[in-house]
């Protein structure tokens, strides 16, 4: 037999889920992840949602010269923002949902 009680609390576990998910996706919205490279001459600024905010480039790398340096520069430092924007984004929503976070393979569901 069906136990429709047990249905009423599993809704109001999935709407506190819901609500919690929006919140930390708010929080993630507001958090500030600063990625440096080449000692700092190409910056970038994104938010936990991934969302790129700022791109600082030292100006001795906008030389003919420095052309594919800065390239480099450029894709590491996104590279690198992107991989650690995942890692806030899976950690804050690992604390959302409650789950421990040393599960293998939990980071990728985020």
């Known amino acids: 037999m069906f136990n429709l009680g047990n249905l009423g609390e599993m809704m109001k576990m999935m709407k ?12 993630l ?6 990625v440096e490279v080449g000692g700092g001459m190409v910056k970038i600024t994104a938010n936990g949602l991934g969302e790129v905010k700022d791109v600082f480039i030292d100006n ?21 923002a992107n991989r650690r924007t995942k890692e806030v984004m899976s950690e ?3 604390q959302v949902a409650g789950l421990p976070s040393n599960i293998p393979g939990l980071g990728n569901l985020f």
């Open 92 to 94: 804050k929503m690992t």
């Open 16 to 27: 506190s889920l819901q609500e919690n998910i929006e919140r930390a996706k708010e929080e």
């Open 60 to 80: 001795t790398l906008l030389t003919e010269e420095n052309h594919e340096i800065l390239q480099d520069l450029l894709v590491a430092a996104f590279n690198e």
């Open 29 to 34: 919205k507001n958090e500030e992840i600063v």
